[in-house]
């Protein structure tokens, strides 16, 4: 059985810094095609801040460009996010996902979310 934890929201002023963490249990990790964070503010869209591949390339959202980094420490099955000087707009509960081909189907794991609540 897959799960996904993260770890690490909170409440943080603007300007401030956060680091989260998601931690994946299963037999997976041979699998996984890219390990990523996605936001969802209340009635709004889940919407992706960043993912990271297999093979370790990155990228953004527009709106955490050069704010935001995502990083895999596969040894231990766990991707990270730091995001710097946060913004009220940042606020959002931060879902953890990991896309892996299985049985030649690839497959969404979800993380239960941690709010993250960004104080002007």
């Known amino acids: 059985q897959v799960q996904l934890v993260e770890s690490g929201g909170g409440l943080v002023q603007a300007g401030g810094s956060l680091g989260l963490s998601c931690v994946v249990s299963?037999?997976?990790g041979n699998w996984i095609l890219e390990m990523g964070w996605y936001r969802q503010a209340p009635g709004k869209q889940?919407?992706?801040?960043?993912?990271?591949?297999?093979?370790?390339?990155?990228s953004y959202a527009n709106s955490v460009q050069g704010r935001a980094t995502i990083s895999r420490d596969d040894a231990k099955n766990t991707v990270y996010l730091q995001m710097n000087s946060l913004k009220p707009e940042d606020t959002a509960v931060y879902y953890c996902?990991?896309?892996?081909?299985?049985?030649?189907?690839?497959?969404?794991?979800w993380g239960q979310g941690t709010q993250v609540t960004v104080s002007s």
């Open positions: 299963g037999r997976i």
């Open positions: 996902n990991v896309k892996a081909k299985i049985f030649f189907r690839t497959l969404d794991f």
């Open positions: 889940r919407d992706l801040v960043a993912v990271i591949t297999s093979g370790g390339s990155t």
